[in-house]
């Protein structure tokens, strides 16, 4: 019979005990916020690229900044000032949660959450560098 006064013996693998880490999250919800984060810049990166395409196809021509304004597109005009505020609002939030959510709600080794806690930053600095870059001047034509 095991003391239980002792502690338990570490794993050699990871330095950590060989029990869980326990969550008060169910599975699913671990799965939303794990992959929360990479999924939701996917969505950006899309509803970014999304708003000039269909500018492109109602105009018949690549948008221009200062030229064709985004309020007189009808297929943009709704959706300009909410794609705005998601991007500045809702994504350092949501980067956020998904790096903090590796270490406080998921069970892995240690080694892993922080491995896939860096690759959610590199991903959001990826993003966030291809956003600046603008090579099609999109944002300028949104916020002109």
Excluded at 16 to 21: A, Y
Excluded at 47 to 75: Q, S
Excluded at 103 to 108: A, D, E, H, M, S
């Amino acid at each position: 019979m095991p003391n239980p006064y002792q502690p338990n013996e570490l794993n050699e693998l990871n330095g950590e005990h060989p029990q869980d880490k326990t969550s008060p999250f169910p599975r699913p919800l671990e799965f939303l916020l794990a992959w929360g984060a990479w999924i939701y810049a996917l969505i950006v990166l899309a509803c970014y690229n999304g708003i000039w395409l269909l500018a492109y196809f109602e105009l018949g021509h690549a948008p221009r900044p200062m030229l064709d304004d985004p309020k007189f597109v009808t297929t943009v005009g709704a959706g300009r000032a909410e794609f705005v505020l998601v991007i500045v609002g809702i994504s350092p939030i949501i980067a956020l949660g998904g790096i903090f959510s590796q270490f406080f709600v998921l069970r892995r080794a240690f080694g892993n959450r922080l491995l896939f806690a860096c690759l959610t930053l590199c991903l959001w600095i990826g993003l966030l560098f291809l956003l600046r870059i603008d090579n099609r001047d999109i944002i300028e034509w949104l916020v002109d």
